[in-house]
């Protein structure tokens, strides 16, 4: 029956956010914006909170992690309590969380990758830039990961910003990377890296290219790499020029023909922006290691689509990076689309679900930067208050904090509060300082957790 919902400040409307990165932030944001009396937990399997903006976003840009600061006035708040190092479908299953909370709000991203499905891609230097990106950045699952960079040659399959991050961190001095938060055990790996050259690879041309031109500009103002790019590869017709409208692409190919028409400087190593080429085959030197990708020539149809030539060329690498999309992944209980990678949802309601709702990557699938998600995370939000307001969400059976806090203790769970994670922010910080660096992180999950509020 439609009626108003009796939140009270005795009784507050109780909700669940399933990971807290920018989605999960941004969706709790909007919580407490609302009219009505709320209290938001939100939880994160990792000790440490925003998700990708500490181990997504590159490290040499910091800027765009500044966002955190307005990230922790949220998770400040008295009505919100983070939950660190608690996994949904585990420490918290489905149940209990239904159980627990008046509504659950999924905003764990999309933490996968897609594959190439071309022969040779689980050959040993063949990965996914996802993987790569979480080694430097100090992923936990990462850290401990070996990562053997005597690779000469590098070839990065995608022109989306990962694809160009990747190539960039590979292609800086150790000056350079000292100047970022990179993660401790990335850096003098990196600084006795092999590798001379970068093939970044695009299969359709410069117009259809997903980078950015702020990212792009970065290859022309590195101290020991210069950019190389073919005339031949980014030339279009004046139908294909007038056919762009956005003012972005417009700067990326003006950017790449100023890339093209540079003398080379000899630079210690070469960045080299492809286009129009499609990766068939990784080789095998015979012990089960990259020793080669064999690419296929394409041009475009009238439609815009890669066709392939049937011309060949076989690049000289030894280590594949595929940066072609993430993907979602399936949670405990939870509906999901395998086809898409996401949580089946309309306007961000959770399908045949009352009371579940998906936002961000989870919800739309894997694309826009962080401050997308802010609208997306605020949309879905809209939909929970009005569910709310309809008098339509269930109602939880354990409407109270101490009862979480009771189940997790039961089970041996080690929470990780905001408090704590503020108190090994600072040991990071203060030991980056030592170090004349911006942050060193802490990467292994036993480490974070010796570093709790005293």
Do not use: C
């Not at 914006?33 to 909170?49: M, N």
């Not at 269930?394 to 009862?403: G, L, M, N, V, Y």
């Not at 036993?446 to 570093?451: I, N, P, S, V, Y």
């Amino acid at each position: 029956m439609s009626q108003e919902q009796p939140y009270t400040p005795e009784r507050p409307l109780r909700v669940a956010v399933i990971g807290s990165g920018p989605s999960g932030i941004f969706a709790t944001e909007a919580l407490l914006k609302s009219d009505l009396s709320v209290q938001v937990d939100v939880f994160d399997r990792l000790p440490t909170p925003y998700g990708l903006v500490r181990y997504g976003v590159a490290p040499d840009h910091l800027t765009i992690k500044s966002v955190t600061r307005g990230f922790e006035k949220t998770l400040s708040d008295p009505r919100v309590q983070f939950y660190g190092n608690v996994e949904f479908g585990r420490d918290l299953t489905y149940e209990e969380a239904r159980a627990h909370y008046d509504a659950l709000v999924y905003t764990v991203g999309a933490s996968s990758d897609r594959r190439l499905g071309i022969p040779g891609e689980d050959l040993k230097g063949s990965m996914s830039a996802t993987e790569f990106v979480a080694w430097y950045n100090g992923h936990p699952d990462a850290a401990a990961r070996e990562m053997l960079l005597h690779a000469s040659g590098v070839a990065v399959v995608g022109v989306g910003n990962v694809a160009l991050d990747v190539s960039r961190i590979l292609a800086k001095t150790p000056a350079e990377l000292r100047e970022s938060d990179i993660a401790p055990h990335a850096l003098p790996a990196l600084e006795a890296s092999q590798v001379r050259d970068i093939f970044i690879l695009g299969r359709r041309g410069p117009a259809q290219a997903a980078f950015t031109t702020k990212e792009l500009r970065e290859f022309g103002e590195l101290s020991a790499a210069e950019p190389v790019v073919k005339g031949q590869e980014i030339a279009l017709t004046e139908a294909e020029e007038a056919a762009i409208t956005d003012n972005v692409k417009k700067k990326n190919v003006e950017v790449l023909r100023d890339f093209a028409g540079r003398t080379p400087e000899g630079k210690e190593r070469r960045v080299h922006l492809r286009f129009l080429v499609s990766p068939v085959e990784i080789l095998d030197d015979g012990q089960g290691n990259v020793a080669g990708l064999k690419v296929q020539r394409n041009r475009l149809d009238d439609s815009g689509n890669a066709v392939g030539t049937g011309e060949y060329e076989t690049l000289p690498v030894q280590m594949v990076l595929r940066s072609v999309g993430y993907r979602g992944v399936a949670l405990p209980g939870v509906p999901f689309d395998e086809k898409r990678g996401v949580i089946p949802n309309a306007g961000g309601r959770v399908e045949g679900r009352a009371g579940e709702y998906a936002a961000g990557w989870i919800g739309r699938g894997p694309s826009g930067v962080v401050g997308t998600n802010r609208k997306d995370a605020t949309d879905t939000v809209a939909r929970l208050l009005e569910d709310a307001r309809s008098g339509i969400l269930p109602t939880a059976t354990h409407a109270d904090r101490a009862s979480v806090d009771a189940l997790l203790s039961g089970k041996g769970v080690q929470v990780f509060t905001f408090a704590d994670w503020q108190a090994l922010d600072a040991h990071e910080l203060a030991q980056g300082q030592a170090q004349d660096r911006p942050r060193h992180k802490v990467v292994h999950r036993e480490e974070m957790l010796t570093h709790r509020r005293k």
